[in-house]
């Protein structure tokens, strides 16, 4: 059996599209659900032409909002995604970044002391 393997070609105007690979040879592809917070928000329109089986997700309007969403790309009846498109928008993203940055250099003074300690320990 072979790997589904979904690889972006563009995101604009609300419109994913991609190129889903390793559907094997006389079967047809797949039902691709877009799901939020396990929910399942859309269904993924599929074309098949040259051999490559063009996927394209019209986002609704509703998935749009503060903060940061994770949508997941998965075969229908299945759980391991395929893909992920990740939404970032509103006033929460300044103060998520801050988080975020504030996070990454305190495990990186982490890191320096224990390099430190290691190097000071083996000298």
């Known amino acids: 059996m072979s790997?589904?393997?979904?690889?972006?070609?563009?995101?604009?105007?609300?419109?994913w599209t991609g190129v889903?690979?390793?559907v094997p040879s006389g079967q047809s592809t797949p039902v691709l659900q877009v799901l939020l917070r396990g929910e399942v928000?859309?269904?993924?329109q599929t074309s098949e032409g040259d051999g490559r089986h063009e996927i394209r997700?019209?986002?609704?309007?509703s998935v749009m909002g503060e903060g940061v969403?994770?949508?997941l790309?998965?075969?229908?009846?299945e759980t391991t995604p395929l893909a992920t498109i990740r939404l970032v928008a509103g006033?929460?993203?300044?103060?998520d970044l801050?988080?975020?940055?504030?996070?990454?250099?305190?495990?990186l003074d982490l890191l320096k002391s224990a390099f430190r300690r290691h190097c000071a320990d083996t000298a």
């Open 57 to 61: 997700i019209d986002l609704p309007a």
């Open 91 to 95: 006033a929460p993203l300044e103060q």
């Open 69 to 71: 969403q994770s949508l």
């Open 98 to 107: 801050q988080a975020e940055i504030n996070d990454l250099r305190a495990e």
């Open 41 to 44: 928000i859309t269904t993924a």
């Open 20 to 22: 889903l690979t390793g």
């Open 73 to 77: 790309i998965v075969p229908a009846g």
């Open 3 to 15: 790997e589904l393997t979904l690889t972006k070609t563009a995101f604009e105007g609300g419109v």
